[in-house]
T-cell receptor, first 114, second 114 residues
Framework: EPEVTQTPSHQVTQMGQEVILRCVPISNHLYFYWYRQILGQKVEFLVSFYNNEISEKSEIFDDQFSVERPDGSNFTLKIRSTKLEDSAMYFC????????????FGPGTRLTVT | QKEVEQDPGPLSVPEGAIVSLNCTYSNSAFQYFMWYRQYSRKGPELLMYTYSSGNKEDGRFTAQVDKSSKYISLFIRDSQPSDSATYLCAMSASIETSYDKVIFGPGTSLSVIP
C-alpha cells in the first residue's frame, strides 16, 4: 500500500539554525500539506501546496517558513532560523486532487530546537 | 468559542464495549468531516470521512454527522485493545471557500482494557 514517507525521523538543531524537513508524498497525489503538533497539543495546519505554489497557509506559517517541491517526488519544509517554540512533530500529508479531504499522513519528523 | 471541541478523556472501556466519541464545532461552513486515529508518536491515520449530514458505516466503525446541531460522532463496536489510541476529529469547509484547510480537534484518548 502506498504511503507518505518523511526524513529524518528526528532532527536536533540549535536555535537560529536552518532546517529542512523532507517528505515523499504518495506518487499520484497532487495536493501536499504540512502540519505540526506541539507535544500534548492538537494537530495544526501550516500550509497546503498545489501546482507548484502555496494554495493556503495558516497564521503560523510566517516568513521564516517556506515550502518547495524541488523535483518530481520530494516536498520540503524549510525553517530559516529556528526558535525554541518550533520544537514539535511535523507531519507531511498528501491527497488526490479529487478527494482532498482524504489526506494521508506521514510518520512525522520530531524537531527539537535547543 | 473554539472552532472544534472534543472531550480529551482519557476514556477507558472494557474490551468488547461500544465506544462513543464526539466532537462539536462552531463553523457552519464545514462540509467534510473526518476521523483520524493516532497512536503514540505516530502520524494520524484516516479512519473515515463523511460529507454533509448522515451516517456512514465501515466494519466496526460508524460515523454520524448532525449539521443542525454541529455535532459529529464516531462509534466503535466490539472494541479491541488495538483500538487504544487518540481519536481526532477533523473538518474542512466546502469547495467554495477554503476547501483544503483541515481543522483538527484536540483528540480523545481511548484505552480498551483486555
Amino acid at each position: 500500500e502506498p504511503e507518505v514517507t518523511q526524513t529524518p525521523s528526528h532532527q536536533v538543531t540549535q536555535m537560529g539554525q536552518e532546517v529542512i524537513l523532507r517528505c515523499v508524498p504518495i506518487s499520484n497525489h497532487l495536493y501536499f500539506y504540512w502540519y505540526r503538533q506541539i507535544l500534548g497539543q492538537k494537530v495544526e495546519f501550516l500550509v497546503s501546496f498545489y501546482n507548484n505554489e502555496i494554495s493556503e497557509k495558516s497564521e503560523i506559517f510566517d516568513d521564516q517558513f517556506s515550502v518547495e517541491r524541488p523535483d518530481g517526488s520530494n516536498f520540503t519544509l524549510k525553517i530559516r532560523s529556528t526558535k525554541l517554540e518550533d520544537s514539535a512533530m511535523y507531519f507531511c500529508a498528501s491527497s488526490d486532487l479529487n478527494r482532498i479531504y482524504e489526506q494521508y499522513f506521514g510518520p512525522g519528523t520530531r524537531l527539537t530546537v535547543t | 468559542q473554539k472552532e472544534v471541541e472534543q472531550d480529551p478523556g482519557p476514556l477507558s472501556v472494557p474490551e468488547g464495549a461500544i465506544v462513543s466519541l464526539n466532537c462539536t464545532y462552531s463553523n457552519s461552513a464545514f462540509q467534510y468531516f473526518m476521523w483520524y486515529r493516532q497512536y503514540s508518536r505516530k502520524g494520524p491515520e484516516l479512519l473515515m470521512y463523511t460529507y454533509s449530514s448522515g451516517n456512514k458505516e465501515d466494519g466496526r466503525f460508524t460515523a454520524q454527522v448532525d449539521k443542525s446541531s454541529k455535532y459529529i460522532s464516531l462509534f466503535i463496536r466490539d472494541s479491541q485493545p488495538s483500538d487504544s489510541a487518540t481519536y481526532l476529529c477533523a473538518m474542512s469547509a466546502s469547495i467554495e471557500t477554503s476547501y483544503d484547510k483541515v481543522i483538527f480537534g484536540p483528540g480523545t484518548s481511548l484505552s480498551v482494557i483486555p
